[in-house]
């Protein structure tokens, strides 16, 4: 079944065309950083435990390395949201096959709840718990990258004003520049931030 996912794929062919090279080290931690988050966060609150998410983290990349040879990207076809949620639910659905029968030393009733859970999660309430962690992820990613471009204290000046909420004035007194500065440090920081996100849209989704 998996190979047939292979046609399901349209995302950033230039990433893709990257990801084909498996020297391409910046490429691959460049998918990763933008997407491991998203993978380990899901599986975390489908009921799986830290280490069951980071084995899908990991099976999931591995998944994708292994379609990228053969991989032909057709942009008609499908998302690559949708397709990257059918990867990261058969990953998921591996590690809650590996438990096996649980809770048998409970009462069935308790132990045929926790499976009707488990299905539940792998179906429709997956796909609700994908789509709202999706923008999450993409406004997380977009800040990590554009971070590492941007002028260190211009971020922490941003940080202050918008994450900690102090006022421009203590702002100011603390970095030693002007009023001004502030409010111009954070409008270029969050400017920085919107467009990365437009970035990733326009070329992952």
């Known amino acids: 079944m998996e190979q047939l996912v292979e046609e399901l794929i349209p995302t950033r062919t230039t990433l893709l065309m990257r990801l084909k090279d498996w020297q ?6 460049d998918f990763f950083d933008t997407y491991w988050n998203l993978i380990y966060g899901v599986a975390i609150k489908g009921g799986l435990t830290p ?3 980071e084995d899908v983290v990991q099976e ?9 040879p053969g991989f032909k990207y057709d942009p008609a076809i499908g998302s690559f949201k949708g397709w990257l949620l059918t990867m990261t639910r058969w990953r998921m659905t591996d590690q809650l096959r590996k438990r096996g029968p649980r809770g048998l030393e409970d009462d069935s009733a308790n132990t045929d709840v926790t499976l009707e859970k488990d299905a539940a999660v792998l179906g429709s309430d997956l796909e609700k718990l994908w789509d709202a962690e999706w923008e999450d992820n993409l406004l997380k990613a977009a800040l990590t ?3 590492r471009r941007l002028d260190p204290k211009q971020y ?5 004003y918008v994450n900690k909420d ?3 004035e203590k702002i100011a007194k603390a970095f030693d520049v002007p009023v001004g500065q502030v409010y111009l440090a954070k409008h270029r920081v969050a400017e920085a931030i919107k467009n990365e996100v437009e970035r990733l849209k326009k070329e992952l989704i």
Do not use: C, L, N, Y
């Open 24 to 29: 391409d080290h910046s490429g691959w931690q």
């Open 51 to 53: 280490a069951e998410a």
């Open 60 to 68: 999931t990349m591995i998944s994708v390395a292994k379609h990228m």
């Open 145 to 147: 990258k554009a971070r």
């Open 156 to 160: 922490q000046i941003f940080d202050f």
């Open 166 to 168: 102090w006022p421009p």
